[in-house]
């Protein structure tokens, strides 16, 4: 480190005020990451009718294009994650939000179904990265008392967005004339005003210490971090990771957990949310703008609820009974074909409720149960394994819905949520309260 640095360092080390005021814009920049990702995979639901029109899309193109973002993370996620502990989290930060704002322009200029599937995965790529970075971010820099909410708060950001998405794609889609390519690019004003905003952020302490950048790693985190975090910080291991620890005998049931967990959460989430509108209207119900939203307003409220609750009941309470109660509320939606349309409803609400609010765990437990050295390549393989499920729930919902029909559709889903439930039953470890280094020393419940 120069001695400017250093000078630069210790000159901010004494104010409080200071550190606040660096944690409200660190949390600023990477929630605003996670709205961006919730609108760039939400704003494409209600224009898919015109799109599909637009470009003579049958089910399998229209499925194709809704799910190339999530391929793009399963691209992204592990690669992005593997660059963030190998070369730190400040460049790779930088460039995955530069990566969303170029791509997010060229949705103005798509004229071919291939072309947008193109520019899709390369948003997509970025989402992926944002994920494998942001998250380990939010964790290391999060004093261990707010760790939980601050990172539950990025769920509240992401379902923020989708819900924002829908809500603007639904208005601008049915009162103007813009066209479904301009739909698609607002996504480029917010990606450029959070890439401004990123401009001069700090490399994570915790990162420096585990490459054994030491003296680096005390200066920032005594100019950005809690008193006590330079403890923990000390305390972290100085080795260098490697793909092959998420499988190793200390950390496989971390990796088998929240990838699996992650995968048996969002798969229904998606498939359902983005086709709110044919998903909703084959039970007879009214879609648009009231059933869609409505969707995303209940979700974004278990997301808000968990927040409140997961620093006060902890983070297994939270996860296990609402997964077994999903799998139930999906299976009786499948069964019971001759249901009200009211109850329908009411049990896709409960279903939303619920199931957002598990989701937002999926955020919160990567960054707690791996180490320093693997926090960024494990949180991105979990990633890409979620967004596997996610693609295919995509993907696959609307020829299921056509050949199989709604019923076995939803059973199905209640399948994917039943063995999120079984698995989380058995590993989902309680880390409420404990430092990261705590929390990843040692997996129990």
């Known amino acids: 480190m120069s001695a400017i640095d250093n000078a630069t360092a210790h000159r901010g080390d004494a104010s409080a005020a200071g550190k606040r005021r660096f944690l409200i814009r660190m949390v600023t920049v990477l929630i605003g990451g996670m709205v961006l990702d919730g609108y760039v995979l939400g704003i494409i639901g209600p224009v898919s009718g015109r799109m599909a029109e637009d470009l003579q899309l049958t089910a399998f193109w229209q499925g194709l294009i809704a799910a190339a973002a999530l391929i793009g993370i399963l691209i992204g996620s592990p690669i992005g994650g593997w660059a963030a502990d190998k070369w730190g989290r ?11 704002a170029i791509a997010s322009g060229m949705q103005f200029f798509v004229d071919s179904p291939a072309l947008l599937i193109v520019v899709r995965l390369l948003m997509g790529i970025a989402i992926g990265t ?3 970075v942001g998250w380990p971010l939010m964790a290391e820099f999060s004093p261990t008392h707010l760790r939980g909410k601050l990172m539950a708060a990025m769920g509240i950001a992401w379902y923020g967005g989708f819900m924002i998405a829908f809500l603007v794609g639904h208005l601008l889609n049915e009162y103007t004339d813009l066209s479904w390519h301009f739909i698609l690019g607002t996504s480029t004003f917010i990606a450029v005003a959070i890439f401004l905003a990123r401009l001069g952020m700090p490399e994570s302490p915790r990162w420096l210490w585990s490459v054994g950048r030491k003296d ?5 985190a005594k100019r950005y971090m809690p008193d006590d975090a330079l403890d923990d ?3 972290e291991d100085v080795r260098k990771g ?3 620890m998420l499988f190793s005998k200390e950390y496989w049931r971390s990796t088998l957990f929240i990838s699996g967990f992650w995968f048996c959460a969002v798969t229904p989430y998606f498939a359902i949310a983005t086709f709110a509108d044919s998903v909703l209207n084959q039970y007879g119900l009214a879609g648009g703008l009231a059933g869609g939203v409505g969707l995303s307003a209940v979700a974004l409220a278990g997301v808000v609820i968990t927040f409140l609750l997961i620093e006060k009941v902890g983070r297994r309470l939270l996860t296990v009974p609402t997964q077994w109660l999903c799998a139930v509320v999906l299976a009786v939606i499948g069964l019971w074909s001759g249901a009200p349309a009211p109850v329908v409803l009411i049990l896709f609400l409960v279903f939303s409720f619920f199931n957002a609010g598990y989701n937002t765990l999926t955020n919160v437990y990567p960054g707690e149960v791996l180490p320093t050295e693997i926090r960024g390549i494990g949180t991105g393989f979990a990633a890409a394994v979620s967004r596997v ?6 993907f696959l919902l609307p020829m299921s819905m056509e050949s199989l029909g709604a ?3 939803m059973l199905i889903a209640a399948a994917v949520a039943l063995a999120g439930a079984g698995l989380s039953q058995w590993l989902a470890p309680e880390t409420k309260g404990k430092t990261l280094t705590e929390a990843a020393a040692g997996y129990a419940h």
């Open 233 to 235: 910080v000390q305390h």
């Open 242 to 244: 490697s793909f092959g």
């Open 90 to 100: 400040k460049p790779i930060f930088m460039f995955d939000i530069g990566l969303f």
């Open 216 to 220: 680096e790693a005390r200066a920032l």
């Open 130 to 132: 944002e994920y494998a």
């Open 389 to 394: 499920g996610a693609g295919i729930g995509i």
């Open 407 to 409: 019923g076995p559709t």
